[in-house]
């Protein structure tokens, strides 16, 4: 039997599991799921007879190395900053390897080594990054062998709710780590590219600078820009591009309305709050507003950010409960981010019926025989249940098909890479599309950018 192991028993892991228990007969595969929490890895594995469950605690490295030595390709789903350790151990003991995660430059450095032993460490193979690099890469690619040359691409892409669970007046709910949303686009200046000029937004603008789109079947969306969309000039290969702007999805509104805690610095994680612990919802709002001895916490709030009472951004507010007097935060020496976040789980966390969606849109701008064109692509996925969540299968499939390709040798070339490469984007979509993730493609006019879908210039 061909062994995989799979380190880390997350939420995405069910899906990534479950795809390779369907293919052990016919495949001949040993599944090993390994876990800090043997729990969650025997959960994983059940009682199949081609899976097994494994405690494993990365940090213990004889406990690790003896993991990756018995098997044939290595799936880390640890948090990023752990890969590392794993990716050592598969080089060492000449063992392919699996993440979905961004390549670090430490993951980066290893690439030399890799090549030379004929290895593949393949990354960035989830959806976002993964599927947006493979969605992309298929039709640009394709632009570029029918003789046409790259004007104009834009991406962007949204763990949202799905509309039969969009019950709040945000239209959003966590569907995903809920830490990355409330500390989103901090840590560096948004970067990016429209009509040959560089852009620029800061963190204290970017939820004020949104663009809109609409999916066919699913009405309007808002996109904010992501931090860095230069550095994909070089990584698919767009140095002559005019716009390249890539960006996060949400419902229309939501931005305007999360700039409120943006502006009061309530999504600020780089000091602690005294006494947070005991701090109630009322009194961590009024930390970020001025004293006084007449007015009440909610009349400082709308002043200092000149919301009317009949504004829809103050109902908003009014249902998160922020101005409860009696719920406590509850955390030890929490940020001003972890406090906001506990208090929005408290209404933003999926419940057992909820499902949500996955929505990714590239519009794609070209010249061919000196005519301009335009190709707009959108994919919407939306989850089964809880297990099975939209994000769940578009973060573990890929991984999945990656893995077996690469046992296989349908997918061979050496090196730390990402999934831009016809022999890996191609096999992958396919099966993809299999199981009911597939993109819808449409001609447009070509306009370049339209600068009247910008918001707050």
């Not at 193979?125 to 790259?150: C, L, N």
Request: glycine share 8%; charged share 30%.
């Amino acid at each position: 039997m061909r062994k995989i192991l799979i380190i880390g028993a997350g939420k995405s892991t069910s899906v990534l599991t479950e795809y390779l228990l369907k293919k052990s007969t016919s495949e001949d595969l040993q599944i090993t799921i390994g876990d800090l929490e043997i729990g969650n890895a025997t959960k994983l594995a059940g009682d199949h007879p081609r899976a097994k469950a494994l405690t494993l605690d990365i940090f213990q490295k004889e406990e690790r190395e003896q993991a990756v030595k018995d098997a044939d390709i290595v799936i880390s789903m640890l948090p990023a900053r752990f890969h590392i350790e794993v990716a050592r151990d598969c080089l060492r003991f000449g063992k392919n390897m699996v993440t979905a995660s961004y390549i670090s430059d430490e993951m980066q450095d290893l690439d030399k080594e890799v090549k030379e032993k004929g290895l593949v460490f393949m990354n960035e193979i989830g959806v976002d990054p993964g599927i947006d690099h493979m969605s992309a890469m298929q039709v640009i690619d394709r632009i570029r062998e029918e003789g046409g040359k790259m004007l104009l691409f834009e991406s962007f892409t949204g763990g949202l709710v799905a509309p039969e669970s969009d019950t709040n007046l945000w239209n959003y709910k966590f569907t995903w780590n809920p830490r990355n949303v409330v500390v989103a686009g901090q840590g560096g200046v948004a970067k990016f590219l429209q009509e040959g000029k560089f852009k620029y937004i800061p963190y204290n603008r970017l939820f004020r600078r949104t663009e809109f789109l609409e999916v066919k079947n699913y009405g309007k969306f808002e996109v904010y820009a992501n931090r860095n969309s230069l550095k994909y000039k070089s990584i698919y290969g767009l140095n002559d591009i005019l716009t390249l702007y890539r960006g996060t999805i949400r419902r229309v509104g939501f931005s305007r309305a999360w700039n409120m805690f943006v502006q009061l610095g309530m999504t600020d994680d780089s000091y602690i709050m005294e006494n947070s612990k005991e701090m109630s919802y009322r009194d961590f709002v009024n930390s970020f507003l001025p004293y006084s001895p007449t007015d009440s916490v909610e009349l400082k709030f709308r002043h200092n950010l000149k919301i009317d009472q009949d504004d829809i951004m103050w109902d908003k507010l009014l249902e998160l409960d922020l101005f409860n007097p009696n719920k406590k935060v509850g955390i030890k020496k929490a940020t001003p981010a972890q406090m906001l976040q506990k208090i929005l789980m408290e209404k933003w966390s999926l419940s057992e019926e909820d499902k949500d969606m996955i929505v990714m849109y590239h519009k794609f701008g070209y010249e061919l025989n000196g005519e301009k064109k335009q190709i707009d692509a959108t994919m919407v996925h939306i989850g089964e249940d809880q297990t099975r969540t939209a994000m769940a299968r578009t973060v573990g499939l890929p991984v999945a098909i990656a893995a077996l390709k690469i046992l296989n040798g349908t997918i061979s070339t050496p090196g730390v890479q990402l999934p831009i490469s016809k022999e890996v984007y191609d096999p992958i979509l396919k099966e993809l599309a299999e199981n009911g993730i597939t993109f819808r493609e449409e001609e447009k006019e070509y306009l370049g950018y339209n600068p009247f879908g910008e918001v707050g210039n």
